[in-house]
């Protein structure tokens, strides 16, 4: 996500609690033309930290079990998630 920056991740399946990459999700990035590029540190330490949004997505798809979902991006985390799923009567 981090390379992502802003933007999306549209068509992931979630089976199980878990992505499936295979197909791939579609990833849609978001480029602001006439901004300031910053670096958006690819590097990460040995010993990082895992951001509150990212344990909030696992959290999430963990409940979601499966269906199809989109996230968006922004600043390289997880701002939301939009989850698809068949409706049940």
Known sequence: ?????????????????????????RVIREVKLGAERTSQGH????????????V??????????????AIEVRHGLPARLIVEEVARG
């Open 1 to 25: 996500m981090q390379r992502i920056g802003f933007g999306r991740i549209e068509s992931l399946r979630v089976l199980d609690g878990q992505p499936a990459l295979d197909p791939p999700p």
């Open 43 to 54: 590097d990460s330490p040995a010993g990082f930290t895992v951001k509150r949004a990212v």
């Open 56 to 69: 909030d997505l696992l959290a999430e798809l963990t409940v979601v079990g499966s269906a199809t979902v």
